[in-house]
C-alpha cells in the first residue's frame, strides 16, 4: 500500500521547483511515519536539481535536512512516540551488517547506502523522495533525536549541514587554540565557524564577500578574509592548522593550500565540479589535503545531542514552498543568511 502525498520537485535538469504528488509507503513494522515541520534546502538539492553532478533520476524531490513530529509508527517500532519530535538527515537505510555499517559509517555501506533523495531503496527500484513534501515514512534506526531546548526549525539545518561541518572538526581534531579558517559562509560554513568556536578554536572566515564581516564576527570568528581583495590570502600564507572548504563552486584550491602551516590539512566538504590541483603545493610543508562526506547515524545522534547541550542551532530564514525557487537563486548568488528553512505546512498548502 502507498499513499499520495503532497511534495515539490522537478521534472528534468533546471527546472523550476513545483508542486507535485508522490506515493510513500504505509509503514511497516520497523518504520515511523513523520509529518515534516520543516525542511532545510542544502546546497547540495540545489546540485541535483540543475544535475551538476550528472546522476540525478527524475523526478526529484529533493530536501535532507528534515524536522518533524512523529504520527505512527509499525508494530515492532519503540524509539518514538507519537507526538515526538524526530530528524531525518541525509541517510534512510543501508544493509546495517557490514563493517562500515557496524562502525556507524553507514555514508560507506558496501552494499550500498539508501540517501534520504535520489537513491534506491534497497529493493533496487523504487527512488526515495526527499523532505520537501508533507510526510515521510522511514525506518526508525535511521531516525533522530531531537534534544528539548533546540527550536525545530533552526535544528534542520543541522542534520545535513551540521553534521557535514562537525564531523570533519572531530576526525581532524579541532581543539582548544587550533587556528581553524572556514572558506564560504554559507549555509555548511556558518555551522563550521559556529562549532570550531565552541570548541575553542580561533576561527577565521574566508569570504568572498565583505559584506558577512560583521556576521562572520557575531557566529565566533576573530578573523575575517575578503578573498577577492588584491593581497589578502599572501598575508595569511603559513597561518592554519586546519582549513575547512565550503565552497560550492569551482575555486583556486592551489592558492588555499599555501594558508596552511606546515602538516596542516585542508578538508573538503564542497562540492564543485573538478578543479585542478599542483602536487608541489601539498607537497612543500607535508600539507594534508582530506575530504568528508556528512556523518553517520551514531556521529549525527552526538553532532544533534551537542547542539542541545551547547545551545548551537543554524541562523535560519523561513520560507514556504512557493518560494523555493527564490531561494535557489538567491543561493546561486551566494545570498544566504546562512540557511533557508521551508515551512513544512505550505508543502500541501
Ligand atoms: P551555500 O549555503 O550555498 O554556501 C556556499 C558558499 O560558498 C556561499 O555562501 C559562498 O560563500 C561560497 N561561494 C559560492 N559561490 C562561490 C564562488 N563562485 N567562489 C567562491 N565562493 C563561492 O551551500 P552549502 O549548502 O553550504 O553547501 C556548500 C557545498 O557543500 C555544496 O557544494 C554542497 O553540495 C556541499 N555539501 C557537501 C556535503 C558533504 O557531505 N561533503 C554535505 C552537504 C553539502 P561566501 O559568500 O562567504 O564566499
Ligand atoms: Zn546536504
Ligand atoms: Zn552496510
Given at each position: 500500500?502507498?499513499?499520495?502525498?503532497?511534495?515539490?520537485?522537478?521534472?528534468?535538469?533546471?527546472?523550476?521547483?513545483?508542486?507535485?504528488?508522490?506515493?510513500?509507503?504505509?509503514?511497516?513494522?520497523?518504520d515511523?511515519?513523520?509529518?515534516?515541520?520543516?525542511?532545510?534546502?542544502?546546497?547540495?538539492?540545489?546540485?541535483?536539481?540543475?544535475?551538476?553532478?550528472?546522476?540525478?533520476?527524475?523526478?526529484?524531490?529533493?530536501?535532507?535536512?528534515?524536522?518533524?513530529?512523529?504520527?505512527?509508527?509499525?508494530?515492532?517500532?519503540?524509539?518514538?512516540?507519537?507526538?515526538?519530535?524526530?530528524?531525518?538527515?541525509?541517510?534512510?537505510?543501508?544493509?546495517?551488517?557490514?563493517?562500515?555499517?557496524r562502525?556507524?559509517?553507514?555514508?560507506?555501506?558496501?552494499?550500498?547506502?539508501?540517501?534520504?533523495?535520489?537513491?534506491?531503496?534497497?529493493?533496487?527500484?523504487?527512488?526515495?523522495?526527499?523532505?520537501?513534501?508533507t510526510?515521510?515514512?522511514?525506518?526508525?534506526?535511521?531516525?533522530?533525536?531531537?534534544?528539548?531546548?533546540?527550536?525545530?526549525?533552526?535544528?534542520a539545518?543541522?542534520?545535513?549541514?551540521?553534521?557535514?561541518?562537525?564531523?570533519?572538526?572531530r576526525?581532524?581534531?579541532?581543539?582548544?587554540?587550533?587556528?581553524?579558517?572556514?572558506?564560504?559562509?554559507?549555509?555548511?560554513?556558518?555551522?563550521?565557524?559556529?562549532?570550531?568556536?565552541?570548541?575553542?578554536?580561533?576561527?577565521?572566515?574566508?569570504?568572498?564577500?565583505r559584506?558577512?564581516?560583521?556576521?562572520?564576527?557575531?557566529?565566533?570568528?576573530?578573523?575575517?578574509?575578503?578573498?577577492?581583495?588584491?593581497?589578502?590570502?599572501?598575508?595569511?600564507?603559513?597561518?592554519?592548522?586546519?582549513?575547512?572548504?565550503?565552497?560550492?563552486?569551482?575555486?583556486?584550491?592551489?592558492?588555499?593550500?599555501?594558508?596552511?602551516?606546515?602538516?596542516?590539512?585542508?578538508?573538503?566538504?564542497?562540492?564543485?565540479?573538478?578543479?585542478?590541483?599542483?602536487?608541489?603545493?601539498?607537497?612543500?610543508?607535508?600539507?594534508?589535503?582530506?575530504?568528508?562526506n556528512i556523518?553517520?547515524?551514531?556521529?549525527?545522534?552526538?553532532?544533534?545531542?551537542?547542539?542541545g547541550?551547547?545551545?548551537?542551532?543554524?541562523?535560519?530564514?523561513?520560507?514556504?514552498?512557493?518560494?523555493?525557487?527564490?531561494?535557489?537563486?538567491?543561493m546561486?548568488?551566494?545570498?544566504?543568511?546562512?540557511?533557508?528553512?521551508?515551512?513544512?505546512?505550505?508543502?500541501?498548502?
Open positions: 500500500m502507498t499513499k499520495k502525498t503532497p511534495a515539490y520537485g522537478v521534472r528534468a535538469a533546471k527546472g523550476p521547483v513545483a508542486r507535485m504528488s508522490i506515493e510513500r509507503r504505509d509503514p511497516g513494522p520497523h515511523v511515519a513523520i509529518e515534516i515541520l520543516y525542511c532545510g534546502i542544502c546546497h547540495s538539492d540545489v546540485h541535483k536539481v540543475n544535475d551538476d553532478w550528472g546522476t540525478t533520476h527524475f523526478p526529484v524531490v529533493p530536501g535532507h535536512e528534515i524536522v518533524g513530529r512523529v504520527v505512527s509508527q509499525g508494530t515492532s517500532a519503540s524509539r518514538f512516540r507519537e507526538g515526538d519530535l524526530a530528524g531525518v538527515g541525509c541517510i534512510v537505510d543501508s544493509c546495517r551488517v557490514c563493517p562500515e555499517c562502525a556507524g559509517h553507514e555514508m560507506f555501506c558496501e552494499k550500498g547506502v539508501t540517501f534520504t533523495f535520489d537513491s534506491l531503496e534497497p529493493d533496487g527500484k523504487t527512488w526515495t523522495y526527499g523532505g520537501y513534501s510526510n515521510m515514512v522511514v525506518d526508525e534506526r535511521y531516525v533522530l533525536r531531537i534534544p528539548k531546548g533546540l527550536d525545530p526549525a533552526r535544528a539545518p543541522l542534520l545535513c549541514a551540521g553534521i557535514t561541518t562537525y564531523s570533519p572538526l576526525q581532524f581534531g579541532c581543539k582548544r587554540g587550533d587556528r581553524v579558517a572556514v572558506v564560504g559562509l554559507g549555509g555548511l560554513g556558518h555551522m563550521a565557524v559556529k562549532f570550531a568556536a565552541s570548541m575553542g578554536a580561533e576561527v577565521t572566515v574566508l569570504s568572498g564577500s559584506d558577512e564581516e560583521k556576521d562572520a564576527a557575531r557566529l565566533g570568528a576573530k578573523g575575517f578574509v575578503a578573498t577577492r581583495e588584491p593581497g589578502a590570502l599572501e598575508a595569511h600564507e603559513g597561518t592554519f592548522d586546519l582549513l575547512v572548504d565550503t565552497v560550492s563552486a569551482p575555486h583556486d584550491l592551489n592558492k588555499q593550500l599555501t594558508l596552511l602551516r606546515n602538516f596542516g590539512t585542508m578538508v573538503l566538504v564542497g562540492l564543485p565540479p573538478a578543479t585542478p590541483l599542483d602536487p608541489f603545493a601539498l607537497v612543500h610543508g607535508n600539507k594534508r589535503l582530506a575530504g568528508s556523518g553517520g547515524i551514531p556521529e549525527t545522534q552526538e553532532m544533534l545531542d551537542y547542539c547541550k551547547h545551545g548551537v542551532a543554524a541562523d535560519v530564514e523561513l520560507i514556504k514552498a512557493n518560494q523555493i525557487n527564490d531561494a535557489y537563486a538567491r546561486g548568488r551566494g545570498d544566504v543568511r546562512y540557511r533557508f528553512v521551508i515551512d513544512g505546512a505550505s508543502f500541501g498548502a
